[in-house]
């Protein structure tokens, strides 16, 4: 509701109000809003380092594109959004860069950020059969639990700047958690482990509250570049991020396989500038990325040794979920379980657990337990880093 101050000048009459005060009235609602929100879908978003969803209340999760845009240098002209902007990674011209717009789960270049939101939005609203000239949702953002103040309010400003109507954040490993399907909101201790790109989220959640929480900046990305230094420092080969990604994908692994693969990485020979192809083994691979598994793992035993012994005995009796794409390593499960002696499970369809558990909340806005989460959401609390 917009709020307008006026002063008073001539006092009296049948004003009735004295001369000279400062008034504030309420002047109604944006008639924008409440037009084209009545025709808008909630939606629920995984603004993901590496890959963004979107969840359309109603219809589900109706995109899922890398969180890339390919800018013009000169004009800052947005060329293309998604999947069509990482096909075009390190094969654009000198005036067209592609630019990954978050790091680390935070915004690092608001403007862009804020582009490509307004293009998701318009886009989910074209395949929710709603092709609105100027749809005005209310949103529900996944942001890290390690962010700070600023970084949150940066989250809701790119999304009501995109025009949605009004903008919520929700702690990653709250919003996976809910997408898992567990018990969040009963008496049990539930704990999850959020592999994304950026950020690895690890929490103990029990009666719709966090906890126990570990956020670190160590996830699928910095695999991605261990790869990269593994094949540079073992091969002289120089390898690109893409290729890195494949990699890891085809043969990364954290746990020894049943039956080990073996994968081609090809690059640019340091030493003869020509380009070369190598053949690697999971087993070289998973020596290569010790780096940052190790770390994941250490993590998640040290947010065990913090946790209170009634909900470590919950967890024994369900165990441990893995959400996001970097759970999908080969043997992690595994690994997590030989090192932390519980069962691991991973989550169904881990990829989109983020805005599934969004989108639960926009289809159900009015849950009480739902609501509580989001407020406390919105205020900042320390998360051991």
């Not at 307008?4 to 009735?16: E, N, P, Q, T």
């Not at 390919?70 to 060329?79: F, L, M, Q, S």
């Not at 959020?194 to 695999?223: C, K, M, P, Q, Y």
Request: charged fraction near 25%; charge should be neutral; aromatic fraction near 4%.
């Amino acid at each position: 509701m917009a709020v307008h101050s006026f002063i008073v000048v001539g006092g009296g009459g049948s004003s009735g109000l004295p001369a000279g005060k400062r008034w504030s009235v309420h002047v109604g609602l944006n008639p924008f809003n409440t037009i084209f929100g009545a025709f808008s879908r909630d939606l629920g978003i995984d603004l993901g380092t590496a890959n963004t969803l979107v969840h359309v209340r109603g219809k589900g999760i109706v995109i899922s594109e890398p969180s890339v845009v390919a800018i013009d240098t000169r004009t800052k002209k947005v060329h293309a959004v998604g999947a069509e902007a990482k096909a075009m990674v390190g094969k654009t011209p000198a005036n067209i860069v592609a630019v990954r717009p978050l790091k680390d789960g935070v915004i690092a270049d608001f403007d862009v950020v804020e582009q490509m939101l307004a293009y998701f939005i318009k886009k989910a609203h074209a395949y929710a059969a709603l092709p609105l000239v100027d749809p005005r949702p209310r949103v529900v953002v996944g942001v890290p639990s390690g962010v700070t103040e600023v970084e949150k309010r940066a989250a809701r400003e790119a999304a009501l700047n995109a025009k949605a109507r009004e903008a919520y954040v929700v702690e990653e490993p709250m919003a996976a958690a809910i997408g898992a399907g567990l018990p969040v909101e009963e008496p049990i201790g539930s704990m999850i482990v959020d592999i994304g790109g950026g950020t690895t989220e690890i929490a103990v959640i029990a009666l719709g509250g966090i906890v126990i929480n570990h956020s670190i900046r160590i996830a699928g990305d910095e695999i991605d570049e261990a790869i990269i230094q593994f094949a540079r420092r073992e091969y002289n080969l120089l390898i690109g991020e893409r290729m890195a990604e494949k990699a890891k994908i085809a043969a990364g692994s954290a746990y020894p396989l049943d039956e080990e693969i073996k994968v081609v990485l090809r690059g640019r020979d340091l030493l003869t500038g020509l380009p070369k192809a190598i053949e690697v083994s999971s087993v070289e691979l998973r020596e290569g990325i010790a780096g940052p598994v190790n770390a994941i793992v250490a993590e998640v035993r040290a947010a065990l040794e913090e946790t209170p012994p009634e909900l470590v005995a919950d967890i024994m009796e369900h165990g441990i979920m893995l959400a996001g794409g970097g759970s999908l390593l080969h043997g992690l499960d595994k690994r997590i379980a030989a090192e932390t002696r519980m069962p691991v499970h991973i989550a169904q369809d881990p990829l989109s657990c983020v805005a599934r558990g969004a989108g639960k909340m926009v289809e159900h806005f009015d849950n009480s337990v739902y609501q509580d989460i989001l407020t406390r959401a919105q205020t900042s609390r320390r998360v051991r880093r």
